[in-house]
């Protein structure tokens, strides 16, 4: 196995964010592309991500490789590039070799992990109600939610979406309708914690658009593409005991 990227940088920013979810991951590469699912500790929210194999300028793979690998390494290993500096991969024996080739030619080895139990599947479900918006937008939504509560409840009609809070003292909320974004729904109305939230949310880093998919009372997945690049992450509703 051998691959490269001309811009890592992409592939550096989605593992800096799914490292906050997850630290130990199987990194799948086949002839379709790298592709990676995972379940957080907690079992609480899962992320996937895919880069098809026509971003990479060199893809030679001659059967599915399975990576085990510490995403905490992966990802101060990455941090070395730089602006205009290409990233190789390549798989020799137990190791994953990595070469930066910028200013500074660097090569580094990472050792892959042998880590334990089934592969992830991201779930396909029917929802109720998908929002397509500006993901810096959202993003100050759920930063707006954080400061009174710990939980926000999304609650969306045919034309209208809304996102609050509520607080022991104080609230927020934020209210669109079609006019300010895409709304494609039927009455749902779902809490989820904001703590996981606000960790998906960096993936407006990557995408400048983001789209919202719920249920009544149901995990929901909020996707960041990219061009042909996905980042997504599902997440288990906020559940209150009466």
Not at 220 to 233: E, H, K
Request: aromatic share 8%.
């Amino acid at each position: 196995m051998r691959l490269k990227l001309e811009s890592p940088k992409l592939l550096s920013d989605i593992v800096t964010i799914i490292s906050e979810l997850v630290s130990e991951v199987r990194l799948r590469v086949n002839k379709d592309g790298m592709s990676l699912t995972a379940l957080d500790p907690a079992n609480v929210a899962m992320t996937y991500f895919k880069i098809p194999a026509d971003l990479f300028s060199e893809f030679e793979v001659h059967e599915e490789e399975v990576l085990g690998i510490n995403l905490e390494n992966l990802r101060a290993i990455l941090r070395r590039s730089e602006i205009g500096s290409a990233l190789t991969l390549e798989k020799v024996e137990n190791l994953l070799k990595i070469g930066i080739s910028g200013r500074i030619k660097r090569d580094f080895t990472l050792a892959l992990i042998d880590i334990q139990g089934d592969d992830k599947q991201m779930p396909s479900w029917e929802f109720k109600s998908v929002v397509k918006m500006d993901s810096n937008v959202f993003v100050d939504v759920i930063e707006d939610c954080s400061i009174v509560s710990d939980a926000c409840s999304f609650i969306a009609e045919p034309n209208k979406f809304v996102v609050e809070a509520h607080g022991p003292l104080n609230s927020a909320r934020a209210e669109f309708t079609t006019e300010e974004v895409e709304i494609y729904s039927d009455n749902s109305t779902a809490r989820f914690s904001l703590e996981y939230l606000q960790k998906f949310m960096k993936g407006a880093k990557i995408s400048s658009r983001v789209s919202i998919s719920f249920s009544d009372n149901h995990p929901m997945r909020i996707d960041f593409p990219t061009g042909n690049v996905m980042l997504s992450f599902v997440l288990a509703p906020r559940i209150e005991q009466d």
